[in-house]
């Protein structure tokens, strides 16, 4: 995986500008109240509220969650994080309003603001609380619609507003939209000499991409690209809906997170994929796998995959061979596909800043960096440290975390290095060292926490 | 109407029609809310083998979580057998069952109760404890919590009271140890001890929830 410092520097220091871009809209406080309120009204179903008539305020799903845990900081028990969810529905919703409205709380912008910290900064809805909890209860399925509540309310943090409004507008993200896709393709593919089939009418697969990875990680496309080419696959990647991150569903905003999930759907029927590939983003395939047929009103006509998990179908079936261990470099892939789907869970999904990074923090930074002291310093309890220390400070390159799966008797680190550009890595990259970087662990380790796949 | 036949006699009937209709209510409106349907194509169709099994799991942590939750755990099951031993394994307590149910077993010598109750009241205190005093259960805790604890642990007390003969006034203590499981009947379908009924709907929602995206829970 080679990237472009220059670039990458640049790009690290866009974020923080990202803030001003941001519009936020004008309510009142009044305003903001009413409309959380009447988004967590609307997203309460009876799992929900199953679960919130259970909760026995242990405290375990604190020792479950990678803020809390190295932080020790009572605020981020996950429990508290959709607090403002349940006191709605306990004032509102619960067969016990009436009485639990004469000492429950009622919300106030106030607390709106209070809980924005919590639900964007101190989650990355991974899911591991849900494993502990003794009641079963899926606490990041709540703060979702406490972000959705937020997000109505106009309660996003700057920087994230400022993506969603931009996908939400035009499309793009980074500013990469239909024109500046194709051109970075074509000339991709002709620096590199690999075929990229572009907006072709008729394909079976739908390969679908990022403007991040456009911009700064394109070897990932290349590999991609070099990978199906090599399969043989009927595939494409279309102008008109290539773009998988989903500030959306990042967000909680839930019309900006159909809009781009719809560009994908009428993307795929336009050249009749029957398969819609998701890059390696923590986000981007939740919002399609799950969320996408439900905000569309009916099931998609194509099936939905994690690049990893087709990769993985395609080693498993044989038509992708893999070079014995050793020769090929560690990969990684995004704990909320640990945690979540599509791999089923994995405990001991680590302690780490892979998640985090999904977010657009604003003082992510530091925060990845007391992180990442406080596991050097021994804060964590053993089993933590022992699997999450580093050896130096080392910044995990995106790029490299899809493909750290083990498939029967292989892993996809092992895929053939002719199919990623000579370089043995992963599929589509490797890890990237900067001295003095910030947090993550290293994607090595990941490895070693591999166990209980779930095969396709 | 002595204050013992008062606890046996309407104190009981009305606090056992607040448990039942309480808890009838709660629970069928919470099994009766809105459900949204999922249109996602399931990884599994068939959930119901995983969400029973995630119903019986959830009765131990994942190795992992080992360190953090095993000491407070084996508090919890203290507090919970113990209870469970008291309630439904002295003597007196099964005649009192079987005089409004019909149905009896055998019991444990009393000595063993006392010992259960014993354990019982201990392992509350402890969780109390822990709540007052670590900064993560302070600062998630609130009023109910503490009155939970304090509801399950009177009956416990009022009765190895009674059971004593502490205080001489055996009909009194006996009432008030009546009068003190009527409470906790009374609070049961309002406050948090309801978990004892919800665990069961919430780790199967979550067992299908889950099986459904093919994750293990
Ligand atoms: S572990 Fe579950 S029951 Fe315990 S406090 Fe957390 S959410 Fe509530
Ligand atoms: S979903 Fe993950 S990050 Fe969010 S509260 Fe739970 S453990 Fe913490």
């Known amino acids: 995986m080679t990237v472009d410092m220059q670039l990458f520097e640049k790009f690290a220091g866009m974020i923080p500008a990202l803030a001003e871009r941001a519009q936020p809209p004008h309510m009142s406080d009044a305003e903001r109240v009413e409309k959380a309120r009447a988004t967590f009204l609307a997203n309460i179903d009876a799992d929900m509220a199953s679960e919130m008539e259970s909760c026995i305020h242990c405290g375990h799903c604190a020792d479950a969650c990678h803020y809390y845990v190295p932080t020790q900081d009572p605020k981020y028990a996950p429990v508290r994080k959709f607090e403002l969810l349940k006191r709605v529905y306990r004032r509102e919703l619960s067969p016990l309003r009436w009485l639990h409205r004469l000492y429950t709380e009622d919300i106030n912008a106030d607390d709106l603001r209070k809980w924005q910290e919590l639900v964007y900064d101190s989650c990355t809805e991974c899911g591991r609380c849900a494993m502990i909890c003794p009641m079963g209860i899926n606490i990041a399925g709540m703060v979702n619609v406490m972000r959705q509540g937020l997000a109505n309310a106009g309660i996003i943090p700057a920087e994230m507003m400022a993506m969603e409004q931009e996908q939400g507008a035009h499309g793009s993200i980074f500013g990469v939209g239909p024109t500046e896709m194709e051109q970075i393709v074509q000339d991709l593919s002709r620096k590199q000499g690999v075929e990229i089939p572009l907006n072709r009418d008729r394909a079976d697969i739908l390969v679908t991409t990022s403007g991040l990875d456009l911009l700064l990680y394109n070897d990932v496309l290349i590999a991609t690209a070099r990978i199906m080419n090599h399969l043989g696959e009927s595939w494409t990647l279309r102008s008109d809906g290539f773009e998988a991150a989903n500030f959306g569903l990042l967000s909680g905003y839930e019309k900006v997170q159909k809009a781009a999930s719809e560009r994908l759907i009428r993307a795929a029927e336009a050249c009749g994929a029957t398969t819609v590939i998701i890059p390696e983003c923590g986000h981007a395939y939740p919002s399609m796998r799950w969320d996408a047929a439900n905000l569309h009103g009916r099931q998609l006509p194509f099936r939905v995959l994690a690049i990893s998990e087709y990769l993985g179908q395609k080693v498993k079936s044989g038509q992708l061979k893999l070079t014995p261990p050793g020769q090929g470099q560690e990969g990684h892939f995004p704990r909320s596909l640990q945690t979540r789907p599509p791999f089923g869970f994995d405990r001991r999904a680590p302690l780490g800043a892979g998640g985090t990074r999904s977010r657009l923090p604003r003082d992510g930074v530091a925060w990845r960096n007391e992180l990442v002291l406080r596991r050097r310093r021994g804060c964590l309890p053993d089993r933590y440290r022992r699997r999450t220390a580093p050896e130096g400070l080392r910044y995990q390159d995106r790029a490299g975390r899809c493909h750290g799966r083990r498939f029967g008797g292989g892993h996809l680190r092992q895929l053939p290095a002719e199919l990623h550009g000579g370089r043995a890595a992963g599929a589509v990259g490797q890890e990237h060292r900067i001295p003095g970087g910030t947090g993550g662990r290293g994607a090595a380790g990941n490895h070693a926490l591999i166990k209980d796949q779930h095969h396709d | ?217």
């Not at chain 2, 009947?185 to 978990?195: A, C, N, S, T």
Request: glycine share 8%; no cysteine; aromatic share 14%.
């Open chain 2, 1 to 217: 109407m002595t204050l013992l036949d008062f606890a046996r006699g309407p104190a009981l009937a009305w606090s056992l029609y607040i448990l039942f209709f309480g808890s009838l209510l709660r629970l069928v409106g919470v099994l009766l809310a809105r459900k949204h349907v999922d249109l996602s194509q399931p990884r599994n169709a068939d959930t119901l083998g995983d969400s029973v099994r995630t119903v019986f799991t959830r009765f131990w942590f994942k190795p992992e979580f080992r360190a953090s939750t095993l000491f407070i755990t084996l508090i919890g099951y203290a507090m919970h057998i113990g209870l469970a031993v008291v309630v439904l394994l002295f003597v007196p307590h099964i005649l009192f069952i079987s005089k409004l149910s019909g149905l009896s077993w055998g019991g444990l010598p009393n000595d063993t109760i006392m010992l259960a109750g014993a354990i019982t009241l201990a392992a509350l205190v402890a969780m109390w404890v822990r709540r007052l005093q670590n900064p993560l259960m302070q600062a998630i805790s609130n009023w109910e919590d503490h009155l939970a604890l304090f509801i399950t642990g009177l009956p416990v007390l009022t009765g190895m009271m009674a059971y004593g003969h502490l205080f001489q006034d055996y009909p009194t203590l006996l009432a008030i140890h009546i009068l003190s499981v009527e409470l906790l009947f009374v609070w049961f379908p309002f406050g948090k001890l309801f978990h004892a009924v919800m665990w069961i709907p919430t780790r199967f929602k979550l067992g299908a929830h889950f099986s459904r995206r093919g994750v293990k829970a």
